[in-house]
């Protein structure tokens, strides 16, 4: 019976941190890093965790997840709340929709899905907080933001890569 | 339990099934109507952030301590590299300053003298309660911290937010554990402010960029690049006089000002409470 328990116990744990680490992500993103320019520009994390895990773990990362995960990113930065739901939910839809294309192919193929649906949901962010002020918000730190995001990828897919070895192997795809 | 996590995967795989569908459009649906609701009705909106900020904020509050430590020893480390020079710096400043020092004390004086033949009514003496940044909740969108105090008496919405260097923003909302800080370059910042040497009135209107401008200033008055900006105190929400910022630019896209504290240096901050009112109450004036 005990030891039931803990291996189940140890699958929760393992099945929860998709969304744990995406939380941690949203959390890190707003620490004052003292950075000089850094704050406006920060890299989109969160949306590279949601993307990352919609392309190759979609079963550990259920709709309502996404949803907590854009509320508290609103809550927590102070956009209108909605507007990242309405993105993180729109790119997770849209790569479970199309995964067959991403899934299981080389990196750069992964990369360049980032690429496309990081720019549809850095506009829709950009169009639905305009619409919500009436007014047109500047885009050049979101141009760099998106850069920057771009840049980081790589890093955080090698990581998450590690992780998955490490604890979420024997789950399956 | 080969079968049941078989089971689970099956059930879980999103979007696979109508119900995941469903629910996909339902969580869509319910998050443009968030959006709506918080267009509508301010009040709710704020009262669920904050609720939220204060459950997490515990976290992030611990969070952010290594980086102030971290950031911390790089100061150290780099002020040993220039203490030679800085400590130059500092006996020229001193010298400078005790001259200002004797100045200011002939001004108090005189002013003391002609406030007594004026029967000049004191404006109210500030308290304050100082508070550290635990996050810089930025993005492209929306300039503000949080800080890791919540309510108590001197912290109230509309209350200005200052460093030793000048204003940095005003009290956005307070809860149990986090105070929320909009900074004067968001979107939403308005703030009356003077021209220092003209006294000039202008409204300092924040753009999502490091420097808000400078808009509704009177025909025909004359800025120029360096003027300091000080707060004027008119609606009642500020205080007459707190530093904000020095004139950056002068041009056909407006007057830009470069703020006195930069937006990445936060650390430490102080929210002032002069016992002002204005017209912050009022929800409908607030935006």
Request: hydrophobic share 50%; glycine share 8%.
């Amino acid at each position: 019976m005990k030891p039931a328990l803990w291996s189940r116990l140890d699958m929760i744990a393992r099945c929860i941190t998709p969304f744990g680490l995406t939380v941690l992500l949203v959390l890190i993103n707003v620490l004052p890093l003292q950075v000089p320019g850094l704050s406006r520009i920060m890299p989109l994390f969160p949306l590279m965790s949601i993307y990352l895990w919609a392309v190759h773990h979609p079963n550990l990362m259920p709709t309502y997840a996404v949803f907590f995960i854009g509320f508290l990113q609103d809550t927590l930065i102070g956009t209108p709340i909605g507007v990242h739901i309405i993105t993180y939910l729109m790119v997770y839809g849209t790569v479970v929709w199309q995964r067959r294309f991403l899934v299981g192919k080389p990196f750069a193929v992964i990369w360049v899905g980032f690429s496309l649906v990081a720019a549809g949901a850095t506009i829709a962010n950009w169009l639905l907080v305009s619409l919500y002020y009436l007014i047109l918000i500047k885009p050049e730190a979101l141009v760099f933001q998106y850069l920057l995001s771009l840049g980081a990828f790589p890093l955080l897919s090698w990581l998450f890569m590690r992780w998955q070895l490490a604890f979420l192997s024997e789950l399956g795809h | 339990m080969e079968d049941r996590s078989r089971f689970t995967y099956r059930f879980t795989t999103p979007l696979s099934g109508l119900a995941q569908r469903f629910t996909f459009l339902g969580l869509l649906i319910v998050a443009f109507a968030l959006m709506l609701i918080a267009k509508a009705d301010v009040a709710v909106m704020e009262r669920l952030r904050a609720q939220v900020t204060d459950s997490v904020s515990p976290i992030i509050d611990i969070m952010s301590r290594p980086i102030s430590i971290v950031n911390d020893a790089i100061v150290q480390i780099n002020s040993l590299a220039t203490v030679h020079e800085r400590n130059e710096n500092l006996r020229q400043d001193k010298e400078r300053l005790m001259h200002w020092q004797s100045v200011a004390r002939m001004l108090e004086a005189e002013n003391q003298a002609l406030r007594a033949q004026l029967n000049y009514i004191p404006g109210p003496q500030a308290s304050y309660v100082s508070a550290r940044v635990i996050a810089d909740t930025g993005g492209a969108f929306v300039h503000s911290v949080l800080l890791n105090i919540g309510y108590q008496p001197g912290v109230d919405k509309g209350h200005a937010v200052v460093t030793g260097e000048g204003l940095i923003g005003r009290v956005e909302s307070v809860g149990g554990r986090a105070t929320r800080v909009l900074l004067i370059s968001d979107l939403n910042s308005r703030i009356p402010v003077l021209i220092e040497a003209t006294r000039t009135r202008a409204i300092l209107a924040g753009n999502n960029s490091n420097r808000p401008r400078l808009i509704h200033l009177v025909p025909g008055a004359t800025v120029s690049p360096g003027d300091r900006i000080v707060t004027s105190g008119h609606g009642g929400v500020f205080p007459v006089g707190l530093p904000v910022g020095l004139v950056d630019a002068v041009n056909e896209g407006g007057i830009s000002v470069l703020p006195f504290v930069p937006r990445d240096r936060l650390e430490y901050v102080r929210i002032l409470d002069f016992g002002l009112k204005g017209i912050i109450n009022d929800d409908g004036l607030d935006k």
